[in-house]
C-alpha cells in the first residue's frame, strides 16, 4: 500500500517521542469507527497522550473543514491523523503543514488529480498504489496502519479485539463485502455477537440482540448503525465516540440511553419532514424530478428523506434543509439513476455540490432554488432511457424444502450486503390473514404447501392488506425474527406479493 511504511514509521516515532497525536475522523460509522481504532490502539500501544476529535455536520460540515482545523490545532498537537477524510482537503493540509506539522491521511474516497500535501497518504485508490484489494473503507485501512504500528514498535497487541469496529465501518459505509472486507466482517460480527466491547454490548443489550445471538450485517445496517449515526445527524458525535470507547458498563449504558433518545429524535423528525415533503409533491402534481425544500429542515437528516422519497417513487429526488438564504441538501434516485451527470449539468445555480452518481450533497441559495428546481426537472427528463440494473430472479423454494433448512444453508452466504446481495427467494403459500401494522407495514400469516405455518413482514405495503388474499407468491428474503425467547424463521417481502 503505497505510504503505508512511511506512515508507520511516523506514527511509531511520535509513540516513542510521546507526541501528542490527533485523530480527526468523519461523523460517520465509518470515520467513528476508524478514529475509535486508531486512538485506543495507539494508547494500548504506549502513546502519552491521544486526542480524538469528529467532524461535525453543523460546525464546517464534512472533511477537515476551517473550523475543525482550529479544533484540531488546539490541542496542540505533533502530529495529525486523519481518518475517512482528508482525500480533497488541500487547503487545510496546507496549513497544517505550514505550522511544521505533520499529517497522514487515512481515506477510501475518490482522488483529486492535484497531489496532497500530506506527509502519507494511504488511500487504496490512488493510481500508484499497489495494494491489490481495493474496497477497504477507513476502519479496515486504520486497521491495516495499527497492525504495521504495533509491528514496528514490536509490541504485543492483538488488533483482532478492533474487528467489531470494522465490521460496523464496513456495513455501514456499504463496502463491497468481498475479499478482505468479507474475511473482516464475517470475523467481527462473530465478535460483535459476544459482546466483549462494553459500549457495544451496553447499546444491543439496550435495543434487544442478545449476546451470543447471530448477527447478519442486516442487523448491522437497520439496527446498530442508525443508532450510531442518529446523534452526528442531530448535533454532536462526540457521545459516540465515547461509547466504543468505554471501558465502564455503568457508564456505557448511560451513553447507549441517551444515544437511544437521539435516535428516537431522529425518527420523529424524519417522519414530520418527511410528511411535509410529501404534502409539496402532492401539491406540485407529475414530475419527472422531485426537488423540495423548507426553513429548518435538518440537513443532517434530509439525505435519509430523499432516499426514502425516491424509493416510495421511483424519481431522482432533492431535499433542501434551509438555515436564512443558504440551504443544504441531499440527491437520491433509482438504482442506476446518472445521479452527479444530472446535477453538473444543473451546477450553474448551485454554491457547490459534491458526491458521485448514486448520492450527493449539494448547497443552493433561496433565490436560485426554483431555477434549479426546474432545470433538474428538464435534464431528468432526458435521461428517460438511462441503463437499469438487471431485475433479480428469485429462486422458487421447493414444496419439500423446509425453511429452517434452506435458511441455515445460505447463511453460510453471509455477511451479505453491497457485492455480495442477499438471496432473493420465491416462496409460495396461502395467505390466512393479512393486517396492516404500525408505520404502514405488511403482516402476513401463510400456510405453505407442506402444512407449516410462517410469518411474513412487507416494509411499506401495509396499504395493500385488503386486497390479499387466496395464493400468492411472495419474493422474499428469509430472516430471523427473535420474539419472546424463541427463534423462527420469517419471511422478509420485497416486493407486492403475486396472486396466483
Keep these: 500500500m503505497a505510504d503505508r511504511e512511511r506512515a508507520v514509521t511516523r506514527i511509531s516515532g511520535a509513540v516513542s517521542r510521546g507526541e501528542t497525536v490527533v485523530v480527526f475522523g468523519d461523523y460517520d460509522c465509518d470515520g467513528m469507527t476508524a ?20 467532524a461535525s455536520r453543523f460546525s464546517g460540515g464534512y472533511g477537515l473543514s476551517g473550523a475543525a482545523l482550529e479544533r484540531v490545532l488546539a490541542a496542540d498537537p505533533g502530529l495529525v491523523i486523519t481518518c475517512d477524510c482528508g482525500s480533497s482537503d488541500h487547503v487545510t493540509l496546507r496549513q497544517i503543514q505550514a505550522r511544521g506539522l505533520d499529517a497522514i491521511v487515512i481515506d477510501h474516497h475518490l482522488v483529486p488529480e492535484e497531489t496532497l500535501p500530506a506527509f502519507a497518504f494511504l488511500n487504496p485508490h490512488r493510481p500508484e498504489c499497489g495494494f491489490p484489494y481495493k474496497g477497504l473503507a477507513s476502519c479496515g485501512l486504520a486497521l491495516s496502519v495499527l497492525a504495521g504500528v504495533r509491528t514496528k514498535l514490536e509490541r504485543a497487541l492483538d488488533v483482532r479485539d478492533w474487528l467489531d469496529l470494522v465490521a460496523i465501518g464496513t456495513i455501514a459505509d456499504v463496502a463491497p463485502l468481498t475479499g478482505d472486507n468479507r474475511v473482516m466482517t464475517r470475523a467481527g460480527l462473530s465478535l460483535l455477537a459476544e459482546g466483549k466491547r462494553v459500549g457495544l454490548r451496553a447499546l444491543c443489550d439496550l435495543i434487544g440482540i442478545e449476546s451470543g445471538k447471530r448477527l447478519t450485517a442486516s442487523d448491522v ?94 424519481l431522482p429526488t432533492v431535499v433542501v434543509g434551509f438555515e436564512g438564504e443558504v440551504g443544504r441538501g441531499s440527491v437520491r434516485g433509482p438504482a442506476g439513476f446518472p445521479l452527479f451527470d444530472v446535477v453538473s449539468a444543473c451546477q450553474g445555480h448551485l454554491e457547490r455540490f459534491g458526491g458521485h452518481q448514486a448520492a450527493l450533497g449539494l448547497e443552493v441559495r433561496r433565490e436560485n432554488l426554483e431555477a434549479f428546481r426546474k432545470k433538474f426537472i428538464a435534464v431528468c427528463e432526458s435521461y428517460t432511457d438511462y441503463e437499469k440494473p438487471a431485475a433479480v430472479e428469485p429462486l422458487l423454494v421447493a414444496p419439500e424444502d423446509r425453511l429452517a433448512d434452506v435458511f441455515e444453508d445460505l447463511c453460510l452466504l453471509e455477511p451479505c450486503g453491497e457485492a455480495n446481495p442477499r438471496p432473493i427467494l420465491g416462496v409460495e403459500g396461502e395467505i390466512l390473514s393479512a393486517r396492516s401494522v404500525k408505520g404502514g407495514h405488511l403482516k402476513l400469516e401463510l400456510r405453505l404447501p407442506s402444512g407449516s405455518r410462517v410469518t411474513a413482514f412487507g416494509p411499506s405495503l401495509g396499504a395493500k392488506a385488503d386486497e390479499l388474499s387466496g395464493r400468492v407468491r411472495l419474493t422474499c428474503e428469509l430472516r430471523e425474527n427473535h420474539f419472546l425467547g424463541s427463534t423462527n424463521v420469517e419471511l422478509l417481502v420485497r416486493e407486492l406479493p403475486v396472486l396466483l
Excluded: F
Excluded at 42 to 50: D, I, M, S
Excluded at 269 to 292: F, N, T, W
Design 221 to 314: 445496517s437497520y439496527r446498530v448503525a442508525p443508532r450510531l449515526n442518529a446523534p452526528g445527524r442531530l448535533g454532536s458525535p462526540e457521545i459516540v465516540l465515547d461509547l466504543l470507547l468505554e471501558t465502564d458498563i455503568g457508564r456505557a449504558r448511560e451513553l447507549a440511553s441517551a444515544i437511544e433518545s437521539q435516535c428516537q429524535a431522529r425518527r420523529l423528525e424524519q417522519d414530520k419532514i418527511l410528511r411535509e415533503a410529501e404534502e409539496m409533491i402532492a401539491e406540485a402534481g407529475p414530475q419527472s424530478g422531485l426537488v423540495v425544500g423548507k426553513e429548518g429542515w435538518n440537513h443532517g437528516i434530509v439525505g435519509i428523506v430523499a432516499g426514502r422519497l425516491a424509493d416510495q417513487k421511483g
Design 35 to 54: 478514529t475509535a481504532i486508531m486512538s485506543e490502539g495507539l494508547r494500548k500501544l504506549g502513546a502519552r497522550r491521544v486526542v480524538p476529535i469528529l
